[in-house]
C-alpha cells in the first residue's frame, strides 16, 4: 500500500485566525515538531485521516446503562513509516498515546479515549477550528462525549438518544457489527427516542 501523500493546507482554507510563522512544506510535513504544526495543517490532517468514533460493548459492571458501556475515541491513523507525525500531534494536544493498530498491523495510531481530556482538549479544539468533511460527525461526537462526561446518559431516555445518534455516525454504523435493536430493544422503541439533546 501506498504511503499517504499529504497536501499541504494553509490558514486560509480551514478556520480562522490560522496564521503561522513556520509554515509547513510538502516535503517535511511527516517531520515536522509538534511546536511548528499550525492548527490549520491539523484540522486538514483529521480531516482526511482522524476519526471520530463511539464503541458500544457489554460490561456487566455498567448497570445503569443496561450493561452497555459507551466508549467514544478519537484517532488519527498513518503508516508506522511516519508515526512521527501521531507524536506530534500527541504533544500538539498534550494528551492521548500513540500505538499500533494491531500486533502485526503496519499502521500506528493516535488516540485519545479519557473523556475528560476529549472535553478538555480536543473538543474545544475543533469547536474553534471547524472540520469539513468530518463536521457532523464530529457535532454528534462532542454532544455524546459531554453527555457520558457528565452521566447524564445514566438516565435510560439519554442512553438511548445518544446510543441513537452513535448509530448515525461514520456513514450512519453500516461497519458496525451489532445492530442496534441489541442494545435498545425492541423497533419501536429505537424510532421514538428523539436524537436531540433533551439536557
Known sequence: ?????????TAG???????????IGADDQQETRSKALDPGWVVGFTDG???FSVSIHRN???????????????QVSQHADHSR???????FFSCG????????SSVEVYVVHSTIQLVERIIPFFEEYELRIKR????????????????????????????????SMNARGKQRKRPIEDILGSSETVREVPLTDQR
Open 85 to 91: 507525525v501521531l507524536h506530534a500531534l500527541r504533544e
Open 49 to 51: 485521516e482522524g476519526c
Open 97 to 104: 498515546s500513540v500505538r499500533r493498530k494491531g500486533p502485526r
Open 1 to 9: 500500500m501506498n504511503p499517504t501523500v499529504l497536501v499541504p493546507v
Open 60 to 74: 456487566d459492571l455498567a448497570r445503569p446503562t443496561r450493561g452497555w458501556h459507551i466508549q467514544p475515541t478519537f
Open 13 to 23: 482554507s480551514y478556520g480562522r485566525d490560522m496564521s503561522s510563522d513556520n509554515p
Open 136 to 167: 457532523d460527525d464530529f457535532s454528534k461526537f462532542a454532544d455524546i462525549v459531554r453527555t457520558v462526561r457528565a452521566r447524564r446518559h445514566h438516565r435510560p431516555e439519554e442512553f438511548d438518544r445518544i446510543v441513537r445518534l452513535a448509530y
